[in-house]
């Protein structure tokens, strides 16, 4: 099997297929065919080895004509030929001489082994989620209850990944997270990435990459560690792929089609997704001011119904330029149109002395409803190009990309408020509308060079530039006298630019059983905000340095031990700079801050990990150190309403303990699980108020899959997340509950699936704040989440087949060692 592996490799990479002095070169050349059918067989591994000790000297896979040519040394070889489900083939006696340069084999035959036929059918499925110290993988295909979903559903479904009702994603319970997708931000970086997440379709993902402490090879921009979506991508030859169709309540309907072609130095791919979803989501926010005499009470109910079409489409090819050179050109396509209408009422009381106050007393009578109609259009586009070369020499390998993203979103709204009396309109308050458009630019440049120094040892180092631009021109009206009228506070253009120039170096190597590696990077960011109208300018810039480390240790017994060090930075995002943000609710304004700075986190990670025949388990303590961090508070107002704004509060102290495993303790049964356990420190003022808060929580999931009847499969999964303080208040407890079941059939090439997030709708954000002058309740649910059916199609793919392994396409800008 070492043989096998390491031959895999070689063929994938070809890095031996380097040109030579035609004078002083040596070649083996032949072909192989299938024994049965006697025709010819398309990437088999073909290695030449030494045959005095076994050293590996070259290796090669065949074309489509079975065709295969490999450098040589002069001497004494051996020719090793190998294809999964194929007997491997030894050929010996083989003499390379300067009077025998060029030696052609002829057509050699292999036929296949029926033992590792059944091995594969047995065993080929891919594990839910596998563990390594510095990375976990999370296989999408493996939980049923993604299927019909979105990229949103997935991540929430990954060990020690959390998204709450707002879409915001979490990596142990810090939202300073980096989302790549094919290891580019892939618009994750635009002022609403969550529109990505929307549109992204659970049937184009392969799998979920999580890396909790990066090296210094990654962009320093993500606090608690990156999470990489890589996207499907065949490599067989021929076409195959996948289709499916989903339905589901509330009213959601998806297709999608996963396509690959494959021939001789080519290989096209082609992603589509086809949503249309209607999210209702419901939610109120009781507020007590207290006065003197009175308490003055607001409670406000919120629904909202949402209409989204969206489409996302992915096409690329790869070409492969030499043995050794690979180029692959990708375009994608995503868009969504939204129609939201949004109902806000306002039920206003004033509670005398004596009287009892709470939500339940505050009468229905009278209340002002405000009504929002809006229309959202989201197109974005997508160019890039990647260069990979693999040199002779094992390791050594240059890699270079340039991406190209453009990213729009314009909403239209009106605005109608007006006063009621038992169900009737009694006038109408106020006519507004609102229009805005924000357009984003970003180019991304990389170069990547990873040299050996020795078998043990190795050099790497790069470079990355990143320039950005956002504009956002915002504008909000009032309805006076039949005349349109510009409200000042709400309307501006804002401009964001920013550009990120960034180089790194590390060593790696390793001594026994010991490895290490150490790197640092520099980065120089030069950024500024301006807000047009007001000629309100900000420019700043910084040069800093990110340093990280990592030590491993390998025991006996398939024991692995790691301890990471890392920093890192969070520059503030457009949302949290932009000083206008929502005005649906005109009592309760969330709003940017324009002049926040930058969070750096000291990052430090202790791991182990074990495996078993059946099962492994994985541990690991960590603490986060965190200056300047981004918090948003909320102020409150004499006249009721409230303000929601970042800024950035002192320091964090975040101290963990994390546990993974997955088990089957029975041919039918897998379980897996994990759970975090923390410790928050938060310390800091803020006009003279403490919002200072140390509290322990934690959060987990347990699940388990039943294969209970033939090519059918049960699945149930539990989430709880626990309460926790935060500034100025409490986050209450949420707990979900998730099934799915699925079933083979037309010979295993189509699966239905019935799944149901969130069975018993228990996902609600339900937060209480506390002071002497005021108390606030709040609860909202984003959506609700649809039970969906789901029937997949696959053309020439088994169910198990992993979808990408081969290439850098899936990989991060950066690899860990």
Known sequence: MKHVFFTLILSVSAFLSFSQNPEHSYSVQGYIFDNATQGPLEFVAVSVFNAADSTIISGNITDEHGFFKIEATPGNLYLLIELISYQAKKVSDIHISPNNQHLDLGVMYIGTDAEMLQAIQITGKKSETSFALDKRVFNVGQDLSNRGGTAVDVLDNVPSVTVDVDGNVSLRGSGNVKILIDGKPGGMDNANGSNVLKTLQANMIDRIEVITNPSAKYEAESMSGIINIILKKNTQPGINGSFELSGGWPENYGAGANINYRKGRTNFFLNYGLNFGNSPADGFNYLELYNKDTTNATYTSRKVVRDRLSHSFRAGMDYSITDNQILTGTFSYRTSRSNNTTTVRYFDYSFLPGQTTGIDYIPRDYYT?????????????????????????????????????????????????????????????????????????????????????????????????????????????????????????????????????????????????????????????????????????????????????????????????????????????????????????????????????????????????????????????????????????????????????????????????????????????????SANVFRAKLNGQYEGQDFSTDNYSWFGRLGSKFSFWKNAEFQLRLNYRAPIDIPQGRQ?????????????????????????????????????????????????????????????YRLNVSKDRKQNRSGDNGDFEGREM
């Open 369 to 673: 409803e405000r009504l929002e109609t809006e229309i959202e259009k989201s197109p974005s586009l997508e160019y890039a190009l990647n260069y990979t070369k693999k040199f002779k020499q094992e390791g050594r390998e240059l890699s270079a990309s340039v991406q190209y993203s453009n990213y729009q979103e314009d909403e239209v709204a009106d605005y109608l408020e007006g006063s009621y009396y038992l169900g009737q309109l009694e006038g109408n308050n106020q006519t507004q509308r609102a229009d805005n458009e924000e357009k984003e630019r970003q180019t991304i440049l990389t170069l990547d060079y990873i040299h050996p120094i020795n078998k043990d040892s190795k050099f790497e180092t790069g470079m990355r530039t990143q320039l950005r631009k956002i504009t956002n021109d915002y504008l909000t009206e009032d309805l006076i006298n039949d005349v349109w009228e510009k409200i000042p506070e709400f309307s501006n253009q804002f401009i964001y630019n920013e550009n990120v120039v960034a180089g790194y170096a590390i060593y790696g190597s390793k001594i026994d059983r010991l490895s290490y590696q150490a790197g640092l990077r520099a980065e120089y960011t030069d950024f500024s905000t301006e807000l047009v109208e007001s000629q309100l300018k900000s420019p700043r810039n910084y040069f800093k340095f990110f340093p990280s480390g990592h030590i491993n240790y390998e025991f006996e017994g398939q024991n692995q031990v790691q301890l990471s060090y890392s920093r890192r930075i969070r520059r503030p995002h457009f949302w949290t700079l932009i000083p206008f943000y929502t005005f649906s609710d005109n009592r309760n304004i969330s709003s940017g801050n324009p002049l926040l700075n930058p969070e750096y986190t000291d990052s430090y990670e202790l791991g182990h990990i074990k495996y078993w025949t059946n099962g492994n388990i994985g541990t690991n303590i960590y603490w986060r150190h965190t200056t300047d961090v981004i918090q948003r508070i909320t102020q409150f107002n004499p006249d009721g309403t409230t303000l929601s704004l970042p800024i950035n509060l002192a320091t964090n102290d975040n101290t963990g303990l994390e546990f993974l495993f997955a088990y089957n303790p029975l041919k039918w049964l897998r379980l897996d699980g």
């Open 732 to 792: 209450k407890e949420m707990y979900l509950i998730d099934v799915a079941f699925s079933k083979d059939f037309l010979k295993n090439n189509a699966t239905f699936t019935l799944s149901a997030r969130d069975l018993l709708n228990t996902r609600r954000r339900n937060i209480e704040l506390f002071h002497d002058d005021y108390y606030q309740r709040v609860s909202m649910q984003w959506r609700r989440a649809p039970i969906m059916a789901t029937i997949n």
